[in-house]
Structure formats: C-alpha cells, structure tokens
C-alpha cells in the first residue's frame, strides 16, 4: 500500500501561485508514475500532469503547460506542483495519484492510477 497526503492549497488572487505537495510513504514506489489530477464542482477529474519516478519525464494537460511545474523530490519521497500566474478557471480540488507500473512516459489516465491522496482545494479569485 501507498499512503499519498496533499498540502499547499489555499485561497490565492489570479496572476498568484501556489505549491502543492504530495508525500508518499509505505511500499517502495521508486518505480512508479506520480500524477496530479483536479476536480471542479459538477465537473469530471482531469489529469493536470505526471512525473515518471525513475526517469524524471514529464507530461502536461494542454491548459496548465506553460504555467505549472511537476517535479519530485526523492529523497523525501515527495512530489511538488509548482503553479504559477494562476487563472480562477484552475479553482478545483487537486489530487496526487500514484500509477505503480514502470513508466517511461507516464499516463494521463485517472483509471491507471492505483492509489490516491485526500485532495486539496484551490482557489483562485478574479
């Protein structure tokens, strides 16, 4: 098992940032995926983007490529969200996720992601 727990979120302007953190603990995981996913009220959970463990490759949905940043830290065994110039369309709750398949290039499919954090809520006023 993997346990994933979210932090970071907060209430933030737009044009503002903000760094979510995912920490991970339990089985060993240095071989897989790690994703962050959002879900905004009446909608459905889109992938925002992935980071593959061993090899550091990283994907972006197309509405966040430019103006966030996935990376992980492992010796900490943690994975960061950097979000910068913040729009109110990316208020949602976001959740870490964790795909335990060798990925080179990781997915953007929630269905193959095995294990999932709690969520955080973001919030970007206009």
């Known amino acids: 098992q993997v346990q994933l727990v979210e932090s970071g979120g907060g209430l933030v302007q737009a044009g503002g940032s903000l760094r979510l953190s995912c920490a991970a603990s339990g089985r060993t995981f240095n071989t897989y995926a790690m994703g962050w996913f959002r879900q905004a009220p009446g909608n459905e959970r889109e992938f925002v983007a992935a980071?593959?463990?061993?090899?550091?490759?990283?994907v972006y949905a197309d509405s966040v490529k430019g103006r966030f940043t996935i990376s992980r830290d492992k010796a900490n065994n943690t994975v960061y969200l950097q979000m910068n110039s913040l729009k109110p369309e990316d208020t949602a709750v976001y959740y870490c996720a964790a795909d335990p398949r060798v990925r080179v290039v990781p997915l953007r499919q929630a269905n193959e992601y095995s294990y999932w954090g709690q969520g955080t809520q973001v919030t970007v006023s206009s």
């Open positions: 980071i593959s463990w061993s090899y550091g490759f990283t």
